[in-house]
């Protein structure tokens, strides 16, 4: 998934942004690193915060597909208000800029040791009994489904949308309701 940009600013920094749901980074910066050391990042990612001054908040490795031998980089984002770290990866160049890519790390599929877990037959317990993993979104509506939520009520889930903004993302005045 595209959260985010980078491109090359007049001054010849490469300036961008990540945006998401719960994230916010309007203003974010790629510093190179200048380093020896073979497994040095190639740059900082830098943020500008509240008090407008640049601090470091990830840093981007660099790697080669293995498929097309493309050039991307690898790293993450962290800091002590995100839960956890975010990784992402930019594909691009420097002339046309960078595409910021998220994909969601998958869970339980390595051991204590970090290694890779081979998946077990016990893990098709929902394929076995012949059903499918995620029910189709026909049934959902259909007999059996779950009565919708009216406001104020709790314990129940609601697949109405129920927000504080318009279509167009103009906030609705509480109490005009």
């Known amino acids: 998934m595209n959260i ?13 942004s990540i945006a998401s749901v719960t994230i916010d980074l309007p203003r974010l910066g790629l510093r190179p690193v200048r380093s020896d050391n073979d497994r040095a ?3 900082e990612i830098m943020a500008l915060n509240v008090a407008r001054r640049w601090v470091v908040v990830g840093a981007l490795w ?3 597909s293995n498929t097309n031998g493309e050039t991307f980089y690898q790293g993450r984002l962290e800091d002590p208000s995100f839960q956890n770290p975010l990784p992402i990866m930019l594909f691009g160049d420097d002339v046309d800029g960078f595409r910021v890519v998220w994909n969601r790390e998958e869970r339980g599929n390595r051991d204590m040791d970090g290694n890779r ?3 077990n037959r016990s893990d098709n317990t929902a394929e076995e009994a012949g059903e499918p993993a995620i029910p189709p979104l026909s049934d959902m509506a259909g007999e059996g489904a ?3 939520r ?6 129940q ?3 109405a949308f129920e927000g504080n903004a318009t279509e167009t993302g103009k906030l609705i005045d509480a109490a005009a309701e």
């Open 62 to 64: 660099e790697q080669k």
């Open 41 to 43: 990042p190639a740059f």
């Open 157 to 159: 889930r609601s697949d």
């Open 4 to 16: 985010g940009q980078f491109k090359r600013a007049d001054n010849g920094d490469l300036i961008g």
């Open 146 to 148: 779950a009565p919708r």
């Open 150 to 155: 009216q406001r104020g009520q709790r314990g």
């Open 117 to 119: 877990r081979r998946r």
